[in-house]
């Protein structure tokens, strides 16, 4: 036997129990909205072009865009269509741009934890320094928010072999860390359990537009065909999660923006026929609606 995670078995997609959202709804569709501050001069970020020595103006000054303006146009957009997000928030936006996070907030949309910055990432730390990194932050957020968290999402998507069992720990009743599936799946950790709820990297900017290079156009049709075929493949009765994430740094540029807007017009044009919602309302439906049996 290869090493394995042990965190939950292999469960094929075919057999699953049949079931449905809100509505009826097969589909259940969610945004999440990333919320990123960096370090200026040091530590990790994405990257509009390679980067220089440190101070890497280019590449930071691209990313700060997100929070001065793309941030701004996205929650536009989002009222202009009617459409919640959840939001993946670094801490660090409480005392760099707590402007966007106030407008979140005023919309109701929910705001889940998403570490300190994305400069770091937790899986490097001992388990102790992890530990109060994770403390430190939902402290901060249950402050500013007048609740504490229910979900998470690394940044980088970095986790160390006892991030899982830190989070249940800690409070927190989802993560968003594994793309592995396309219902939400119980893990198991030292204390109990947690509900890992389907992050996307494929629909997601980053990997597409950063990674991949796709132009604005090309994203947008990924999403759609997406969004497109999932509808027809629901049409077997077990109810799918559909994840989109959006980087305001990156699809808050004008053009990108532009073609953003036609493939979530799309999808809110059918929302008598899908679920639009956040990740914390995935796990109330599942965990209170569903069946012990149905979840993975």
């Known amino acids: 036997m290869l090493p394995t995670h042990g965190r939950f078995p292999y469960r094929p997609w075919r057999g699953r129990p049949q079931g449905s959202w809100p509505g009826g709804a097969k589909l259940a569709v969610y945004l999440g909205v990333n919320l990123e501050h960096f370090s200026f001069g040091e530590g990790l970020g994405a990257e509009l072009a390679p980067g ?28 202009e269509l009617s459409l919640p997000c959840t939001v993946l928030l670094n801490t660090s936006m409480y005392h760099h741009a707590p402007e966007v996070v ?8 929910e705001i889940a934890g998403h570490g300190r910055t994305n400069s770091e990432r937790q899986s490097t730390l001992p388990e102790a320094e992890e530990a109060a990194l994770i403390r430190a932050c939902t402290e901060e957020l249950a402050r500013q928010e007048g609740a504490a968290p229910r979900g998470w999402l690394s940044p980088w998507i970095a986790e160390s072999r006892v991030t899982p069992d830190l989070l249940q720990e800690a409070g927190y009743l989802y993560s968003l860390n594994w793309c592995h599936d396309d219902q939400p799946v119980w893990k198991r950790t030292r204390a109990g359990r947690i509900l890992s709820i389907p992050y996307p990297q494929e629909a997601n900017d980053i990997p597409a537009i950063v990674a991949r290079k796709d132009g604005a156009r090309h994203f947008a049709e990924l999403v759609s065909q997406d969004f497109r075929e999932r509808l027809r493949q629901v049409a077997d009765g077990i109810p799918q999660v559909m994840g989109i994430a959006l980087h305001p740094y990156i699809v808050g540029q004008p053009y990108r923006l532009r073609a953003l807007r036609r493939v979530l017009a799309e999808i809110a044009a ?19 609606h569903w069946p012990e049996d149905a979840i993975p």
Not at 53 to 72: E, F, I, S, T
Not at 270 to 287: F, K, L, Q, S
């Open 102 to 109: 106030a407008a979140h907030r005023a919309r109701g949309d």
């Open 52 to 79: 220089g020595p440190q101070p890497d103006v280019l590449n930071y000054a691209w990313r700060d865009y997100g929070n001065r303006v793309g941030a701004w146009r996205l929650l536009d957009l989002l009222d």
């Open 270 to 288: 059918r929302r008598d026929e899908v679920w639009i919602t956040t990740a914390g309302g995935i796990h109330d439906h599942v965990t209170t």
